[in-house]
């Protein structure tokens, strides 16, 4: 492996500047558009506070709720954080090229990369997402670090970072489980199980845990049976194929880097542990799981191709596969730029076709407008129909724009029987009425003595949205809300 000794004050300014390069994008897109529906989800998360939720640990909706409360609740306000764990994100890439002995210029390479790359342009929204890929990063960080110096410490600080992880995202257990193969098939790592770093750090990682263990067990684990719903979800996305193909799509020009770098790992008797660590969950969640699940090892494995392009041989060759690299990737963020990174404005999305290709865009427009509708769909009802009437919608979205937007003296609570939102209808709701946004009649139908349909939703500039032209329906209880709240629950 090539070593280098660059001035000390060049390293700080390539990582730092790769970082505020990344931040900087981010934070002059992120206003462009308005709040996700699932930002919504975890504001409202972080509103009613737990242990834990249907679809996620509890970390995430608490860091919306910190965030918001120090710097406002807007959608570029929420979306700062986000952009500051991409700068951190962006530094690991450059990072396990560093501990894998690279030279500053191939860890600029690697940052290049980083900053130029759809997962990382991509990652803008504030969701589980981009906290589990810094989960996913340090861990397989801390990991290079201990086959690379096999410092104890380094036990302590992986069992740590995987016992966040897992209060961030339950998608780090096919890692979790890499990880645990790639020590048992490791002489020098099965090794170290004779002493008490590895259980020190194992421990660790199920205490941070356990706390939502407990919610679980305590509300019957619900994730499982979202779980299990979402697999029929996952199924219909088009199986192994589109996996593969989509994840293809993921990399991009850069694809031939990546397989050579799983390559070298595999070849590699000291680097086979993170070859097994990351091949883990990619093959796991080819078969359980969506294109992006395993997306936070492209990192690493990225890092090992270009530690083994910088061993080729042949100058010329070498030389010419870098300059290929800095194309491919320079393309890669030119080609795909409008496709991640919000800069086309929501009244273009559905011209440019944005709305149906990247339904992240679609998903951000429409919820002030919402309001507004369903502001005045309530006002329309009769004073003695207002009195009791809540608005009950078949998604979270609607409750959470209600919640931010609407004006409480002008709108009824509301309230949802998806996911988590499921837990938060009051048990002593007396409403006689609901305002059911969403759902056909027939879906419902069984709880009204009568239903009128008295709107449809309509989103502004045309976009395609799960929002697009639902039905609002009039209906009048035939048993007080929380005895029919359980037939509703959607956990899917």
Not at 163 to 168: K, N, S
Not at 195 to 219: D, E, K, S
Not at 269 to 287: D, E, K, N, Q, S
Request: charge should be positive; charged fraction near 10%; proline fraction near 7%.
């Amino acid at each position: 492996m090539e070593s280098r000794h660059p001035p000390r004050v060049a390293t700080p300014l390539l990582y730092g500047g790769a970082a505020a390069c990344i931040i900087a994008i981010h934070l002059a897109t992120d206003g462009t558009l308005g709040f996700h529906i699932d930002e919504l989800y975890y504001l409202a998360s972080g509103w009613h506070p737990a242990l834990g939720y249907v679809d996620y640990p509890p970390i995430v909706p608490l860091l919306a709720r910190l965030e918001t409360g120090l710097i406002g609740t807007t959608p570029w306000s929420l979306r700062v954080l986000p952009a500051l764990v991409g700068g951190v994100n962006v530094m690991l890439w450059g990072a396990y090229v560093r501990k894998l002995g690279g030279s500053l210029r191939l860890q600029a390479l690697a940052l290049l990369i980083a900053i130029t790359a759809p997962l990382v342009l991509g990652t803008w929204l504030f969701q589980t997402v981009i906290f589990d890929q810094l989960a996913w990063m340090l861990s397989l960080y801390w990991f290079l670090c201990l086959i690379i110096d096999h410092k104890p410490r380094n036990w302590i600080l992986l069992g740590i970072t995987l016992g966040i992880g897992l209060e961030i995202k339950y998608l780090i257990l096919p890692l979790v489980l890499g990880i645990g193969i790639a020590v048992l098939l490791t002489p020098s790592l099965r090794k170290d199980l004779r002493t008490r770093y590895p259980w020190i750090g194992g421990v660790l990682m199920l205490l941070i845990w356990v706390p939502n263990v407990v919610w679980q067990i305590a509300n019957g684990f619900p994730t499982l049976t979202y779980v299990l719903n979402h697999q029929g979800d996952i199924r219909s996305g088009g199986g192994v194929f589109d996996f593969l193909l989509l994840f293809v799509v993921l990399l991009f020009l850069l694809a031939p880097l990546w397989v050579a770098g799983f390559v070298s790992l595999f070849r590699n008797p000291r680097l086979r542990a993170i070859g097994i660590a990351c091949a883990t969950p990619m093959v796991i969640y080819l078969f359980v799981g969506k294109f992006y699940y395993p997306s936070p090892t492209i990192a690493i494995v990225m890092a090992a191709g270009l530690l083994a392009l910088s061993r080729v041989e042949r100058r010329t060759l070498r030389s010419t596969l870098v300059v290929a690299v800095v194309v491919a990737s320079v393309l890669d963020g030119i080609v795909l730029l409008k496709d991640t990174v919000p800069i086309t404005p929501a009244d273009r999305l559905h011209a440019t076709g944005l709305d149906t290709q990247n339904t992240d865009f679609a998903s951000t427009v429409g919820w002030v407008s919402i309001t507004n509708q369903m502001t005045a769909v309530y006002g329309a009802l009769s004073p003695s129909e207002r009195a009791t009437t809540v608005i009950v919608s078949s998604d979270y979205g609607v409750v959470g724009a209600l919640q931010i937007y609407g004006n409480s003296k002008l709108l009824p609570e509301s309230y949802s029987p998806q996911l988590s939102d499921f837990y938060w209808l009051p048990s002593h709701l007396g409403a006689t009425n609901a305002l059911m946004v969403g759902y056909a009649p027939s879906d419902f139908g069984w709880m009204c003595t009568s239903a009128r349909i008295v709107a449809h939703l309509t989103v502004p500039y045309h976009v395609v949205n799960f929002e697009q032209g639902s039905p609002v329906t009039f209906c009048s209880l035939n048993a007080p809300l929380p005895t029919l709240w359980g037939r509703l629950r959607a956990f899917s």
